[in-house]
């Protein structure tokens, strides 16, 4: 039977999602527990490969097992041999053609910045520390300008091939509390995407950019002309939509 599942991360101490010969992953922490629990090598696909360091509250995972015992009995199985830093939140039975990634027909990512003089030791893996105040509505200013389909060279790489178009349905920024928070979803997104889009539009925000100076830059097509890439530790997948 193939079952999906919802799984919450935090990706402080992985390199990525994806499985890695020698570095620790979730992907492979997630097949240790499969294998503990069924005694068979059970291969997991999910629907973004996030980077090291980046956290999820919405990854989807798929895999193919032989359990005779339940969905409930399942989760509880493998939540007891993960580790703490990684959890499923649900699991159900899935179509045998269900594919997390190829069957997405948006996936959000959710950036949080902690913008203030002094650091905090709550949210030093959960944000990025920016002590400059920011301009949210400069930043929303530029993160229009990216809605719909366009050629995102300049602020990634395809993960295979060399097609560098996507299409963003949603992006804006939002001061809450002491956060400011980006939401941005996509059909699908380049590697590192989110966080270089973050670095420059915090350039605006922070003054450094006019929103002409980032429009500029995304229309170069050029990797070379983006600001800064945001660090990881602010960046969370949240959710996956399907059909």
Known sequence: ????????????????????????????????????????????????????????????????????????????????????????????????????????LSRTYTYYIYNQTVRSPIWRLRSWHVTRPLDVELMNGAAELIIGEHDFATFGQAPQGTNTIRNIKNARWQKEGLQITFRIEANAFLDRMVRSLVGSMKAVGEGSWTVVDFYNAFLAKDRGKAAMTAPAAGLFLTSVSYE
Do not use: C
């Open 1 to 104: 039977m193939r079952y999906r599942a919802i799984v919450e991360y935090d990706g402080t101490n992985y390199s990525g999602f994806q499985r890695q010969l020698t570095k620790p992953t979730v992907q492979g922490e997630i097949e240790k527990a499969l294998l503990e629990i069924s005694r068979l090598a059970v291969s997991v696909t999910g629907a973004g490969r996030t980077d090291s360091g980046v956290h999820a509250t919405g990854q989807i995972i798929a895999f193919d097992l032989n359990w005779r015992h339940g969905s409930s009995s399942l989760l509880k199985a493998l939540n007891a041999n993960l580790p703490v830093d990684i959890v499923i939140r649900d699991i159900s039975a899935a179509s045998e053609d269900f594919h997390p990634r190829f069957d997405a």
